[in-house]
C-alpha cells in the first residue's frame, strides 16, 4: 500500500537493455554491480531478472548483500568486493560467495577461520593506482602465491580499479592498465580478469580481461558530467503527488527559517515529499519538480516530509496531480545528474539515498 502516492518506477526492461547495449560494444560480459541495493534500484528484483535473462555474475560490496541474493533464491556466482570480520568466512562458504582477498593480515584471519577441507573462492584485489583496498603489485604477486599453495582457496580471479576512468585524457589510466598487464603476465590467466568499471568500459573504451564491472551506467545514469553515454537509458524515475494547492500574498513566508518571502502574490502546492525520502535539502530554494510536464521551483527548505513548489504559472493544478521528482514527461526531464549537480554532490547519491519507505515499483514495458 502506498497511501500517499509517492513510489520510485523502476523499468526492469530498461535495465536489462542498458546491460546490454554495454556489453555489446565491450566485446566481453558485463557483471552487474548490485551492492547498495543496486543503487537503490532494488537488488534482489534486479538479480532475479539478470538471472532469468541469463547474465552470468554479480557483484556485490558485503557478504550480507551476498546472502540476501543467495536466500532470494539467486544461483549465480557472486563477488563480494567488500571487507568482512573473517569470522563469518564460513558464511561465504556456505552460501557459495567467492570473496575480495587484498591484503597478508586479511588472508591469514580467514585461514583462522576455515578447516583444511574448506574451499574458499576468492578474487584478488591488485593495487594498481587507486590506492584502497590491495597490495601493489610485486607484494600482491606473493600474496597470489602463499594462496596458490594453499588448496583451501580458489583462485577464481583477479582484478584492479581505475581512479580516473571518468577522465579519459588521464594519465593514470594508462600507468594502471601497464601496471596490471605485467602482474597478469607472471601469474597466467585465472577465469575471471576484471579491470573495467562503468567509466572505463563505455568513455575508455577498455574492456581490458574477460569480464566487465558495470554499475552506475546500468541503471541509465551516467559515469561522468564530461562525457554523455547516450545509448543507455534511466531506469528509475521518482513520483509524488500534489496534496494541497493555496495562494500566497505578497510578504508571505514559506517554509522553516523564512528562506523564502513572496515579492507578489503567487501560486503553491506541497509535495509530501522531503529529505527523509532522500530529496537533498540542499536543494531548499534551488531544486524543481515537473508538474503538468512543466517545472516548478522548490520555495523554502526541504522540510523532512515535504516540499513546497510554485505553481504560479500553471493552470488546474489540484489535489492528487502527479509530481515527478526525477523523470520525464512529455519531452521535459529533470535527470539525477541535473540534482545532483544542484545538490553539489554525484548522481549516485541521488540514487542511493532514496529511501526504503518510497516503494519500488517494477515494470517490464
Do not use: W
Not at 10 to 15: D, E, Q
Not at 45 to 68: N, S, T, W, Y
Not at 115 to 127: A, E, W, Y
Not at 239 to 259: A, D, P
Amino acid at each position: 500500500m502506498e497511501s500517499r502516492n509517492t513510489y520510485a518506477e523502476v523499468n526492469v526492461k530498461k535495465f536489462l537493455r542498458n546491460i546490454f547495449e554495454i556489453s555489446k560494444r565491450a566485446g566481453v560480459p558485463v557483471a552487474p554491480v548490485l551492492k547498495a541495493d543496486a543503487y537503490g534500484h532494488g537488488a534482489v528484483r534486479l538479480a532475479h531478472a539478470c538471472q532469468k535473462d541469463g547474465i552470468g555474475f554479480l557483484i556485490v560490496a558485503f557478504l550480507e548483500e551476498g546472502i540476501q541474493l543467495r536466500k532470494s533464491g539467486i544461483t549465480l556466482p557472486i563477488l563480494i568486493l567488500n571487507y568482512f570480520n573473517p569470522f563469518y568466512t564460513k558464511k561465504a562458504i556456505e552460501y557459495d560467495l567467492s570473496i575480495t582477498i587484498y591484503s597478508f593480515e586479511q588472508m591469514k584471519k580467514i585461514v583462522e577461520c576455515i578447516d583444511q577441507s574448506d574451499k574458499l573462492k576468492v578474487h584478488l584485489n591488485v593495487d594498481t593506482g587507486m590506492s584502497r583496498l590491495g597490495l601493489d603489485p610485486e607484494n600482491s604477486l606473493k600474496l597470489y602465491k602463499e594462496m596458490k599453495n594453499d588448496k583451501r582457496f580458489i583462485i577464481e580471479g583477479v582484478y584492479t580499479h581505475f581512479s580516473s576512468a571518468d577522465e579519459p585524457e588521464d594519465a593514470t589510466n594508462t600507468k594502471q592498465i601497464k601496471k596490471f598487464k605485467a602482474f597478469l603476465n607472471r601469474i597466467g590467466k585465472p577465469r575471471y580478469i576484471h579491470v573495467s568499471n562503468s567509466a572505463a568500459t563505455t568513455i575508455l573504451n577498455l574492456p581490458f580481461g574477460n569480464m566487465c564491472r558495470v554499475g552506475i551506467a546500468s541503471y541509465g545514469l551516467q559515469p561522468s558530467s564530461n562525457v554523455q553515454i547516450d545509448y543507455i537509458q534511466p531506469v528509475m524515475s521518482i513520483h509524488s503527488t500534489v496534496s494541497f494547492v493555496k495562494k500566497l500574498s505578497k510578504g508571505q513566508s514559506v517554509g522553516y527559517g523564512h528562506t523564502f518571502t513572496a515579492n507578489k502574490k503567487m501560486k503553491v502546492a506541497t509535495v509530501p515529499f522531503g529529505y527523509a525520502d532522500g530529496l537533498p535539502r540542499s536543494l531548499s530554494n534551488k531544486g524543481e519538480v515537473l508538474i503538468h510536464s512543466k517545472r516548478a521551483r522548490i520555495l523554502g527548505r526541504v522540510s523532512m516530509d515535504q516540499i513546497v513548489v510554485d505553481v504560479s504559472a500553471l493552470n488546474d493544478v489540484k489535489m492528487g496531480d502527479d509530481v515527478i521528482i526525477i523523470g520525464e514527461s512529455n519531452g521535459e526531464r529533470i535527470s539525477a545528474e541535473e540534482v545532483a549537480e544542484i545538490a553539489g554532490t554525484i548522481n549516485y547519491e541521488i540514487v542511493c539515498d532514496i529511501s526504503k519507505r518510497v516503494p519500488r515499483i517494477y515494470i517490464e514495458e
